[in-house]
């Protein structure tokens, strides 16, 4: 296989070493091969003197990481034993945790498309910086997944409830949207990109960056934390569509009737997992938590449905089972967080319980 041709590339220019995805016709969804990948060169860079800098990249021009390669999910879910999603989530949660504890900068380029697993790999990072062609998502409900690389972790640290909106309904964060839910740190506008990464093979982050952090564009968020913080304050899904269809602002209409085309037992799980994790603090019990939910999802018909209707057969028509919020019991969402036993990620009880960069 040629460099070209290599789904994940690697090089080092002065004190900077630079991951680049580069799988540009998948928008560089992240595949097993990719993660472990990954996590070798981190491993070397960082007993390596000399790379004072990580950074990641994704080739193309439409973005950093569309997600994983939920095609393969999509088969070893319908016609496999779903051992080979169980290994890739578990490999890959592990690169999670590791990047938020990197002891060097990670300077994560979220430019273009941000999703799914792409902001598992750039918003644990400890340097992320934003574009105005960004797009930040955790789009998993509307493939009948719940948000898992962490995502649950960072999104339940948003300011009030801006997090559950973005979780719930999947809606994408332009540049100012992600610096307010604290998906990011510092704004750069695209232009400005190969500048940066220039300077960095001779000079820190932060004096890299001076030169050429600027304000982004407004967003949209900031002024509908009115009716977000109201309305998605609610203990239950249920309640929080009625709140959204009556509080009159057509945006929260319109965030009503996208949750209403999502998967019900998704957004269950997705508003319960939003709320434990604000419970357990630490990003290495959520990634235990979130592993426990996604090897759930693999035994319900929802997960093979949904990536069927978006990505295999793209009718974007999914026919979710159970079909409507109020067949969701409570044990169907509970049976989501059972305990895995011997199979339990265990990040937690690995890590020692450090202190959280991102508290």
Not at 150 to 156: I, N, R
Not at 165 to 173: E, F, P, R, V, Y
Request: contains cysteine; charged residues 25%; negative net charge.
């Amino acid at each position: 296989m040629s460099g070209a041709e290599e789904p994940v590339l690697f090089h080092t220019t002065g004190r900077a070493a630079h991951i680049t995805l580069n799988r540009p016709r998948a928008l560089n969804a992240l595949t097993h091969t990719m993660v472990r990948r990954i996590d070798e060169a981190l491993t070397a860079w960082e007993a390596d003197p000399a790379v004072e800098t990580v950074v990641i990249t994704g080739a193309g021009e439409r973005g950093l990481c569309a997600g994983g390669d939920i095609r393969a999910i999509h088969d070893d879910a319908r016609d496999g034993d779903g051992c080979a999603s169980r290994a890739f989530w578990r490999d890959e949660y592990r690169l999670n945790a590791r990047i938020a504890r990197y002891p060097k900068p990670y300077l994560a380029v979220m430019d273009g498309i941000v999703m799914g697993g792409g902001v598992g790999v750039s918003a644990h990072g400890s340097v992320r910086v934003v574009t105005e062609r960004s797009r930040v998502a955790m789009p998993e409900t509307g493939i009948g997944f719940v948000p898992d690389v962490g995502g649950t972790h960072l999104l339940a640290r948003a300011p009030g409830e801006l997090g559950t909106h973005l979780a719930l309904t999947g809606a994408q964060a332009g540049a100012a949207d992600a610096l307010l839910c604290k998906l990011a740190d510092h704004y750069v506008p695209s232009a400005s990109l190969r500048p940066l990464l220039d300077s960095l093979a001779e000079l820190p982050v932060t004096e890299a960056l001076a030169g050429v952090v600027r304000t982004p564009p407004p967003g949209v968020l900031e002024d509908q934390r009115d009716w977000i913080d109201t309305c998605y304050a609610a203990g239950t899904v249920e309640e929080i569509v009625h709140r959204l269809l009556a509080h009159g602002d057509p945006a929260a209409k319109d965030a009503a009737e996208t949750l209403l085309t999502r998967s019900p037992t998704a957004l269950k799980v997705t508003l319960a997992a939003l709320r434990r994790a604000r419970e357990l603090g630490l990003l290495e019990r959520v990634l235990d938590q979130e592993y426990r939910v996604s090897c759930a999802a693999l035994g319900t018909p929802d997960l093979v449905e949904g990536i069927r209707a978006q990505v295999v057969d793209k009718d974007r028509r999914p026919r979710w089972s159970p079909k409507t919020l109020a067949e969701v019991t409570d044990a169907d969402v509970e049976r989501f967080f059972t305990p895995l036993g011997a199979s339990e990620l265990g990040l937690c009880a690995a890590c020692g319980d450090p202190a959280d960069p991102h508290r």
